[in-house]
């Protein structure tokens, strides 16, 4: 079946609706209300800690499941001393504890965690969303639709949080997909980091960029404990880093005019913004003491890479990436991080020989060929390092935590996956597709649970684009650039959708790229150069045992894997991915 351009067909009838009840969106703004974030001063607020919450509840000394109750709620946020505070969507316990980012879920591998998730947002949005894309729109026209995805989480499709199991305010609508209002997430998978955060079919870029975020870690003591890694509230913290542009009245600014306003009046590519939020406030700092942190960075920006680096020359020692330990630390003076990529990072600040170190970031936007960063985006946040020197005893061992290695042999299916933009007449992007279908079109990914399957993700756009897998992890095998005439295969590739028909073994002979060493582990995002063939060996299985998931992975609604450039995931660089037996 070949559905090139599945949206053309519906684009009338929506700008007819659009036509109906314009004014969706924010009132829009031009650049005089832009505030020029050169002016605002660097580093004047703390770094935010967020709220932990447990997963469980110990009774007598042992772990027992429990039960969380979690709401968006709209709220007031200021993102920097000098802005006025603005509404935002939080995720909270409650309205007055809820933040941006959200409370940290803290759960323990083996334990279960159940959560209430509940939505008290109003009838409105505050951002210029897109009905011309296919989006959740409720058929009173009220509220805002979302549902809650746990990234990296391998649980069951009921509690994946499926595009199309959104609800709005006090479950009033619910979209197709909807089963149940309390999410159950067994925590049976290895130790690591995972975050929580919207995935509403049309909205997630949005209802992100909006605050819809937040921290979820599983820990596994008796396996983490004798890694001697700096632990508790104040040496072991997420930062959740983001780009936003805004307002003079505070608010977020997202332009509302698409870039191709006669097909999708508000839709833009990429959303990049000009000041850098470090869990809720712009370029915050911190005042650390002389000795090792750990730090999971957390990129959630909409489609900004992070290149950071320290300006005094500090490492950063890699003990995991996504949601992954690495079996051994890998030390760099800088880290390249994708939308939605995890880096966690040991910092060792008695190394430094000064007293200060910003936390600076040089990747060109959009990465790799964009624009060079300046002052304003080329920073993040300042740590103020305390002179005392002290004793230190947190360690990083050189043997961390060794999964097996993926197992060739059992490759079951190979499969090709292609990524493809569409541009209007003016040569400006209207949409972008994988294998050429819509998100809706019937599954074409049904892997059998318990196998490895090769994936050869194969980039025809001129971005480089965060590809993650819901459910199964994978391990990057081998990048090949594309040669000899590659518009022949792209051409053919349009025509034919066909990697083997159009001969792909003939073009995939160019330079390879090594993977970088602290991306060699198991992943759930991985960045897919533009053309390139990247092949990946993505396991429907745990990665720590040989025990089958301790769920039923071929249930109803299944689960997705999409670009997670949230502008491309919206428009519509997703797909579903059903499990069989
Ligand atoms: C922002 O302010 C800086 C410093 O005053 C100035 O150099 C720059 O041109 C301004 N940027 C814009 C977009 O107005
Ligand atoms: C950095 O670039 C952005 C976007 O062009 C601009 O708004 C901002 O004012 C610039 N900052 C500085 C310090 O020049
Ligand atoms: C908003 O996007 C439109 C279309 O790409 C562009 O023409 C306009 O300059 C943008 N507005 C601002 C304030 O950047
Ligand atoms: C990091 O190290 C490499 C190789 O030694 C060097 O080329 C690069 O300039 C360094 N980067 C920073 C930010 O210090
Ligand atoms: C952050 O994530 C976005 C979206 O996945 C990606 O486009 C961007 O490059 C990432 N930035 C960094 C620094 O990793
Ligand atoms: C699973 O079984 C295979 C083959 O018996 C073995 O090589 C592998 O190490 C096992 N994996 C784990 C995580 O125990
Ligand atoms: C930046 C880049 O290399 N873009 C290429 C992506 O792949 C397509 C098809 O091979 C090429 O046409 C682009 O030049
Ligand atoms: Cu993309």
């Known amino acids: 079946m070949k559905q090139m351009f599945p949206m053309q067909g519906i684009v009338p009838f929506l700008l007819i609706f659009l036509a109906l009840f314009g004014k969706l969106g924010a009132i829009s703004q031009?650049?005089?209300?832009?505030?020029?974030?050169?002016?605002?001063?660097?580093?004047?607020?703390?770094?935010?800690?967020?709220?932990?919450?447990?997963?469980y509840d110990m009774v007598d000394g042992s772990p027992k499941p429990k039960l969380l109750t979690i709401g968006m709620f709209s709220k007031k946020w200021k993102f920097h001393r000098d802005l006025p505070a603005t509404t935002v969507f939080a995720y909270g316990a409650t309205r007055n504890t809820a933040t941006v980012p959200g409370p940290t879920i803290e759960a323990l591998h083996g334990t279960a965690t159940y959560v209430n998730w509940q939505n008290y947002l109003p009838s409105k949005h505050i951002l210029p969303w897109d009905p011309t894309v296919p989006t959740a729109i409720p058929s009173t026209k009220k509220g805002v639709p979302t549902v809650v995805h746990v990234h990296g989480g391998i649980h069951e499709p009921a509690s994946d949080g499926n595009s199309n199991a959104w609800f709005t305010a006090r479950f009033e609508e619910k979209g197709p997909a909807w089963s149940r209002q309390t999410y159950h997430y067994d925590n049976n998978q290895h130790p690591g980091n995972l975050w929580y955060h919207d995935h509403a079919l049309g909205l997630t870029r949005?209802?992100?960029?909006?605050?819809?975020?937040?921290?979820?870690?599983?820990?596994?003591?008796?396996?983490?404990?004798?890694?001697?890694?700096?632990?508790?509230?104040?040496?072991?913290?997420?930062?959740?880093?983001?780009?936003?542009?805004?307002?003079?009245?505070?608010?977020?600014?997202?332009?509302?005019?698409?870039?191709?306003?006669?097909?999708?009046?508000?839709?833009?590519?990429?959303?990049?913004?000009?000041?850098?939020?470090?869990?809720?406030?712009?370029?915050?700092?911190?005042?650390?003491?002389?000795?090792?942190?750990?730090?999971?960075?957390?990129?959630?920006?909409?489609a900004r890479f992070f290149r950071f680096f320290f300006n005094n020359g500090l490492e950063f020692i890699h003990v995991a990436s996504d949601s992954a330990y690495l079996g051994n630390p890998i030390v760099r003076n800088e880290t390249l991080v994708g939308p939605s990529e995890i880096v966690d990072v040991v910092i060792d600040f008695s190394k430094s020989n000064t007293d200060e170190a910003i936390l600076q970031n040089d990747a060109p936007y959009p990465y790799p060929s964009g624009d060079p960063v300046n002052e304003s985006n080329g920073k993040v946040m300042k740590f103020i390092i305390k002179k005392e020197r002290e004793v230190d005893t947190?360690?990083?061992?050189?043997?961390?935590?060794?999964?097996?290695?993926?197992?060739?042999?059992?490759?079951?299916?190979?499969?090709?996956?292609?990524?493809?933009?569409?541009?209007?007449?003016?040569?400006?992007?209207?949409?972008?597709?994988?294998?050429?279908?819509?998100?809706?079109?019937p599954v074409t990914e049904t892997p059998k649970a318990g196998t490895s399957e090769i994936w050869n993700v194969i980039n025809l756009t001129g971005d480089n684009h965060p590809f993650h897998i819901h459910l199964g992890l994978f391990q990057v095998l081998d990048q090949t650039e594309l040669v000899d005439d590659k518009e022949v295969f792209k051409g053919c590739m349009l025509k034919e959708n066909d990697a083997i028909s159009c001969q792909i073994s003939k073009y995939a002979r160019g330079k390879k790229i090594e993977?970088?060493?602290?991306?060699?582990?198991?992943?759930?995002?991985?960045?897919?150069?533009?053309?390139?063939?990247?092949?990946?060996?993505?396991?429907?299985?745990?990665?720590?045992?040989?025990?089958?998931?301790?769920?039923d992975p071929t249930g109803q609604p299944g689960y997705v894997y999409h670009c997670h450039i949230l502008d491309h995931e919206d428009n519509a660089m997703m797909r579903p991915l059903k499990v069989i037996n």
Not at 405 to 426: A, F, G, N
Request: hydrophobic content about 35%; some cysteine.
């Open 30 to 55: 031009g650049k005089d209300s832009l505030v020029n974030t050169s002016k605002l001063e660097m580093f004047v607020d703390e770094l935010p800690d967020m709220p932990r919450i447990h997963g």
């Open 206 to 302: 949005v209802n992100l960029l909006a605050g819809l975020i937040g921290a979820y870690i599983i820990r596994q003591p008796d396996v983490e404990g004798p890694l001697k890694f700096p632990c508790g509230d104040e040496f072991d913290r997420p930062l959740f880093v983001f780009d936003r542009s805004f307002s003079v009245d505070g608010s977020i600014y997202m332009n509302s005019t698409g870039n191709n306003p006669s097909i999708h009046p508000q839709w833009q590519p990429e959303y990049f913004g000009d000041a850098i939020v470090v869990n809720g406030k712009a370029w915050p700092k911190m005042v650390v003491r002389r000795r090792k942190y750990r730090f999971r960075i957390i990129n959630a920006s909409n």
């Open 394 to 441: 947190w360690q990083v061992p050189n043997e961390l935590i060794k999964y097996p290695s993926p197992d060739l042999s059992s490759v079951s299916q190979t499969r090709y996956i292609t990524m493809y933009e569409y541009t209007s007449d003016t040569n400006e992007p209207t949409h972008l597709l994988l294998n050429g279908k819509s998100y809706d079109a």
């Open 515 to 551: 993977v970088a060493a602290h991306e060699k582990g198991w992943k759930n995002v991985y960045k897919m150069a533009p053309g390139f063939v990247t092949k990946i060996l993505v396991k429907f299985s745990y990665i720590h045992s040989n025990t089958s998931y301790s769920f």
